[in-house]
């Protein structure tokens, strides 16, 4: 029986568009299976040592792509769809992922797992972000307080928080001060129009990640009418880089979670 009747086949020259699908893969052992991979990759740092850059993430040109012969090309969201649909019209089978949750990103594990033959792998690295999680939700059940968290994506318009980071927020010991905008999937879906409705809001902690340019706290502090918010009150102003926090792979929970977990703790011992 050959490989492809026992079922044993698996892609072997994947390029990957956006940095999670690395991450993960890396973490899976099936770095040898990245045929090329984006300019915006990030983690494994390794990576960008090892791997030919083919891609931007929302623009390419596809013959680049094309020139590393994959078999398998991962991009992630809307804005790599028309990237994705060049491909497929080139022949080339494509796998858009679109994780906007936790769910999301184990799901995206398991697949990537399953797409590289990797399943047990998978299971394991499953397993040890879970533990992550247990272990924050088991260190914020110690306080009987919960700070208001508001957490900034951009900063002009001002956009709050996605899904998983909302997630992480509550995980740790938070309340995400505009929850009721992170299940919009779309960046425009959570702009908050008028920046007095975050002081309105009085968030205990603010938390700046600006995808693709490093947070500005003064510039925060100095918005007009913020300096009565508790967060900018009592030194409750902090950022956590983009590459930790905004891109939905396993470094949200491994790196992202436990940042905000340590402004959680910080904030409840000032409350002492």
Not at 43 to 72: C, H, N, Q, T, Y
Not at 125 to 137: N, T, V
Not at 251 to 267: H, M, Y
């Amino acid at each position: 029986m050959n490989e492809y009747a026992s079922g044993q086949a698996c892609y072997r020259r994947i390029v990957c568009l956006c940095t999670e699908a690395v991450e993960t893969l890396y973490a899976l052992g099936a770095q040898d299976a990245i045929a090329g991979i984006s300019g915006f990759t990030t983690r494994p740092a390794r990576a960008r040592r090892e791997k030919p850059k083919v891609s931007g993430f929302s623009s390419s040109r596809i013959e680049r792509i094309l020139a590393v012969e994959p078999d398998l090309v991962i991009g992630f969201s809307d804005m790599q769809a028309e990237i994705c649909r060049d491909l497929a019209a080139a022949g080339v089978e494509v796998h858009l992922f679109n994780q906007r949750d936790i769910a999301g990103i184990f799901h995206m594990v398991r697949v990537l797992a399953m797409l590289v033959d990797r399943q047990e792998q998978g299971r394991e690295l499953l397993a040890g972000l879970q533990a992550h999680i247990d272990a924050a939700r088991l260190s914020a059940s110690r306080w009987t307080a919960r700070p208001r968290v508001y957490f900034e994506e951009w900063n002009d318009p001002l956009i709050s928080g996605i899904g998983w980071v909302s997630e992480l927020i509550s995980i740790a010991g938070g309340d995400d001060a505009f929850a009721e905008l992170a299940s919009h999937a779309g960046a425009k879906e959570r702009i908050i129009a008028d920046p007095f409705e975050v002081v309105r809001r009085e968030p205990d902690i603010i938390i700046g990640s600006w995808c693709g340019k490093k947070f500005q706290p003064d510039s925060v502090r100095g918005r007009p009418g913020w300096d009565c918010i508790p967060a900018v009150r009592n030194g409750m102003v902090a950022e956590i880089k983009s590459a930790d926090i905004l891109s939905p792979g396993p470094s949200v929970i491994t790196e992202g979670l436990p940042q905000i977990a340590a402004l959680v703790e910080r904030w409840q011992r000032a409350q002492l």
